[in-house]
């Protein structure tokens, strides 16, 4: 398959998905609204003594399908780009804080406590920057290393106590090439440790002393 069929391939691809979103968050929006409708109505007492149940379990059908194509969405943006390590770090951010969003509310409805929903949710937020921490402190590095480059791919560099050659820079981890084997240094050690690489030339230009004028 040619470079234009596979864009061409996912462009049709990311239409789909941005249209099935669009198609989720309206389907979500009307059964929810037509189940508080329903539970409303004389005559369906079921109905009424399971509503928060019933639009609980819906807002998280709809939800975890809306946040699944939007992340997904992002993704065949980012990969369109040429930034497919910087695009899986975001989904994985985007993932965490909707459904962080998305418990809080579920909460809140089962609850109807909305000071539960907070104590919940602070608690979860909590727990889930801890354990993201990491991940998101790398996307961060990763990102910073790409605009700045203070080494280039096929230069050696040193650090962490390794030498070898810069294989590839993603936003997540640098490979450093070592012959024998291939290092991964997670890019938050490299904004925390000393580079050791060999001195670039200048160009004839900037060596040039500049003349005087006349």
């Known amino acids: ?48 003594a399971q509503e928060t149940r019933i639009i609980a379990a819906e807002m998280a059908l709809f939800g975890i399908l809306l946040i699944e194509l939007v992340a997904g969405i992002l993704l065949v943006r980012f990969h369109r780009s040429g930034s497919l390590q910087m695009g899986i770090a975001v989904r994985a951010v985007l993932r965490l804080v909707a459904y962080l969003i ?28 801890f354990s993201a921490q990491n991940l998101i402190a790398n996307a961060f590095a990763g990102m910073f290393l790409a605009i700045g480059r203070p080494f280039k791919v096929g230069e050696t560099i040193t650090v962490m106590g390794v030498t070898g050659r810069v294989a590839d820079i993603r936003v997540m981890h640098t490979l450093v090439d070592l012959g024998d084997r291939i290092a991964l240094v997670p890019s938050n050690a490299m904004m925390a440790q000393v580079i050791q690489r060999p001195r670039r030339e200048r160009s004839r230009m900037e060596w040039e002393e500049p003349a005087d004028p006349e």
Request: charged content about 10%.
């Open 102 to 129: 998305l418990l809080v509310s579920v909460v809140s409805i089962l609850a109807s406590n909305p000071a539960l929903a907070v104590g919940v949710g602070s608690v979860t937020g909590v727990v889930i920057a």
């Open 1 to 48: 398959m040619t470079d234009a069929q596979s864009g061409a391939v996912m462009n049709r691809g990311l239409r789909g998905r941005v249209i099935a979103a669009i198609a989720v968050f309206f389907l979500g929006a009307v059964t929810i609204a037509l189940t508080a409708h329903l539970a409303d109505e004389e005559g369906i007492g079921w109905l009424t």
